[in-house]
C-alpha cells in the first residue's frame, strides 16, 4: 500500500512493490508488466511517477524496456563465482570507459563495478550485476 505521506518517495514505494511482486514469482522472467498508464490508475498516481519507479527497476536489472512495447522481467543473469579471502576490501564505483571495454558493460547501461583489494593491492575488477562473491 502507497503511502503519500511516508519519508520515502511514492515513486520509491511503487518500485518497492513491484519489486516484491517479481521476487515473490507473482511476475516472473518473460512476463510482460502492466501498462504505465494501468499501473497509474492502480496506484493513484500520474504516468510520470510510474515511469521512475521502472526506471529503478531498470537500473536494477530487473526489468527490459523497449519503447513501443511493454516492459518485462528479465531472466536473472547468471553470476561467476569469485572467491576472495577474508579481509579482502570491496570498493564499488562506476567503470572507466577502458573498463566497460574490459568488462564487456555495454555504453550508456549503468553498472557498477566491484574492485577486490587485498592487502593494499587491488586482485581484480568485476561487473557488480554478474558476480557473486564468497570467502575462502
Given at each position: 500500500m502507497i503511502n503519500h505521506a511516508a519519508e520515502r518517495a511514492v515513486y520509491r514505494q511503487i518500485a518497492d512493490e513491484l519489486r516484491e511482486r517479481?521476487?515473490?514469482g507473482q511476475l516472473r522472467p518473460g512476463d510482460d508488466l502492466p501498462s504505465v498508464r494501468h499501473l497509474a490508475q492502480e496506484y493513484g498516481v500520474g504516468t510520470d511517477?510510474?515511469?521512475r519507479s521502472?526506471?529503478?527497476l531498470?537500473?536494477?536489472g530487473l526489468i527490459g524496456t523497449v519503447r513501443g512495447y511493454p516492459a518485462w522481467v528479465v531472466e536473472e543473469r547468471d553470476r561467476t563465482k569469485v572467491s576472495v579471502p577474508r579481509?579482502?576490501?570491496?570498493i564499488a564505483r562506476m567503470p572507466t570507459d577502458a573498463e566497460r571495454t574490459e568488462l564487456g558493460i555495454e555504453p550508456g547501461v549503468?553498472?557498477?563495478i566491484v574492485v577486490v583489494v587485498v592487502g593494499g593491492r587491488e586482485r581484480g575488477k568485476y561487473a557488480a550485476d554478474r558476480t557473486r562473491f564468497t570467502f575462502s
Open positions: 517479481i521476487q515473490s511517477t510510474i515511469q521502472m526506471d529503478v531498470k537500473v536494477e579481509g579482502a576490501e570491496f549503468v553498472v557498477p
